[in-house]
């Protein structure tokens, strides 16, 4: 009997074959590196650290909280009376494969990792991307959206304005979001890449052979603009969609995405919870065409409060499905019963 646990034990130890290290040198810097390493020239907007007042500090409670500190010292006007960027936007990576556009993997991926779903893309790799407001965003700010497609600063300051209903930045605390955002850069952790794609850009490096198939393959793995597409809610409000929708599903859409803003009024002026009286005000203005139906809102958003300045993004096919809106819907029904 010993002897059997002693040979067990030597096998376990000596005859397991050790993992082996991943030793490539490329993957010590981030992906903006390498590729400008190999090349690259779609690093147009590098952070400015130098300038006064600029600081990674200042961007990050600008973005969390609304405030930051003025070169005086003095703290400076909210940036927005109604929301934070993380209202409307997360920081963390929001993606299991981020070279594809899915909202299911997306809910799911946002569960297990307890961040929330929500309208905006997250801002982890968008100093990555190569356009900004992009698809159907032309038809809601016209040629506002313009300006912001090839440029970041034009997109984080049309956001705060309009997306955010506040005002405009100062250079600096653009400047400082930005730098932010720098270290929300992706890093080749993000990246889904085989052994021999590394191979291959190891090579690439080491070796200055076929940079641009490494650049290549490096950009495929991830999105350089977030898609966006308008689309209307189920023709028949009554009825919704032809097919079944999954209640359970559905609850973790209104958890992660209509509680973050609704809860206890965090962002809005109106409460949902999960309490009969909430499903059934979203059962009874369902199928109607007012400001209170479910459809209207997740589908066209509503516009600013006069005053107030807070409105209801809506969500685009590509972060709220219709087979998600229809699980909404089935829990909605559900929890009203
Ligand atoms: C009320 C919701 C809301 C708030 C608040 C908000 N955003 Fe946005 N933001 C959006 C939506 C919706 C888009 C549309 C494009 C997208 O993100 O996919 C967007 C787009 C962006 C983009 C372009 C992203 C891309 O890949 O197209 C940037 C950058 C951005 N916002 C920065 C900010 C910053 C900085 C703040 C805070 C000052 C902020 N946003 C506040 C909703 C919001
Ligand atoms: C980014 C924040 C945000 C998210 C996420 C969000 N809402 Fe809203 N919603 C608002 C704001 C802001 C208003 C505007 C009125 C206000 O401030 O009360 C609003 C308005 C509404 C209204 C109309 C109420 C009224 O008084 O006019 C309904 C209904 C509604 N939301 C339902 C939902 C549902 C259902 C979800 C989830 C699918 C959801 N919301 C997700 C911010 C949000």
Redesign the pocket.
């Known amino acids: 009997m010993k002897y059997i646990f002693l040979i067990i034990l030597f096998c376990t130890y000596f005859l397991s074959p050790t993992p082996e290290a991943t030793n490539y040198a490329f993957e010590q810097y981030s992906v903006s590196e390498v590729l400008t390493k190999l090349g690259d020239k779609s690093i147009k907007f590098p952070p400015q650290y130098q300038l006064k007042n600029v600081s990674v500090e200042n961007g990050k409670r ?2 969390h909280t609304g405030f930051s500190t003025k070169p005086s010292g003095k703290r400076t006007k909210k ?2 009376k109604h ?3 993380t ?3 997360n920081v963390e990576r929001e993606d299991p494969d981020m070279s594809v556009v899915d909202p299911q993997a997306r809910l799911e991926y946002a569960q297990e990792k307890g961040i929330p779903f929500l ?3 997250t ?1 982890y790799g ?1 100093v990555n ?1 190569e ?4 698809g159907d ?1 032309y038809k809601k700010y016209g040629d506002l959206v313009l300006k ?1 497609r090839k440029n ?1 600063y034009e ?2 300051q ?3 304005v309009e ?4 005002r405009k ?1 100062k250079q600096w605390e653009l400047e400082s ?1 930005l730098a932010y ?1 720098w270290t929300l850069e992706l890093q080749f952790d993000d990246l889904i890449l085989s052994e021999e794609e590394k191979d291959f850009i190891e090579t690439a490096m080491k070796e200055d052979l076929e940079k641009d198939s490494a650049i290549a393959i490096i950009k495929s793995k991830y999105i350089k ?2 898609p ?1 597409t308008f689309i209307p809610p189920p023709k028949d409000r009554k009825k919704g969609e032809a097919y079944a929708g999954d209640p359970q599903n559905g609850k973790l859409v209104y958890d992660l995405s209509c509680k973050h803003c609704h809860e206890n009024e965090r962002y809005s002026f109106f409460a949902l919870d999960d309490s009969k009286l909430s499903f059934r005000h979203l059962k009874k203005h369902l199928p109607t065409y007012s400001r209170y139906s479910m459809y209207q809102v997740t589908r066209w958003g509503t516009s600013p409060l006069p005053g107030k300045g807070s ?1 209801m ?1 809506h969500y ?1 096919k590509e ?1 709220m499905s219709e087979q998600q809106l229809q699980d909404l819907r089935a829990y909605v029904l559900q929890q009203a019963e």
């Open positions: 600008l973005f940036q927005s929301f934070v960027c209202s409307c936007h309208q905006g893309t801002m968008a991307r356009n900004f407001y992009n965003y912001a970041i997109a984080i049309l956001c705060a997306c955010a209903q506040g930045l979001i955002l603009g977030a966006a409105y993004p685009t972060k």
